[in-house]
């Protein structure tokens, strides 16, 4: 029912910036919530960074004052700016969406199939 297609994952230096993208389809679907979420190898999935329709924005910590989300509501996309990143960084990214179907109402969130991004000399 929704696609998540992302882009932007890569190898990069320690302070150096990367740009993730998301997009999600569904003509038929409303997107509130969306957000990137972080996996490194034997650790949980963990929040990166979450944004609203509306622009609301939630951080994790590590990331605070380094990463910014934003979106184009109308492209169904959202971002993430990746600045001063270090070697802890390093990890599978994962988009989320939260999407409702707005014929049946039916709402649950997706998941991107992740985006490697290496921080490393």
């Known amino acids: 029912q929704v696609q998540l297609v992302e882009s932007g994952g890569g190898l990069v230096q320690p302070g150096g910036s990367l740009r993730l993208s998301c997009a999600a389809s569904g003509s038929i679907f409303s997107f509130n919530t969306m957000g990137w979420y972080s996996q490194a190898p034997g650790k949980q999935r963990e929040l990166v960074a979450t944004?609203?329709?509306?622009?609301?924005?939630n951080y994790g910590n590590s990331v605070k004052g380094r990463f910014t989300i934003s979106r184009d509501n109308a492209k169904n996309t959202v971002y993430l700016q990746m600045n001063s990143l270090k070697p802890e960084d390093t990890a599978v990214y994962f988009c989320n969406a939260y999407g409702v179907n707005i014929v049946t109402r039916e709402s649950r969130g997706y998941w991107g199939q992740g985006t490697q991004v290496t921080v490393s000399s």
């Open positions: 944004i609203t329709r509306s622009g609301n924005t």
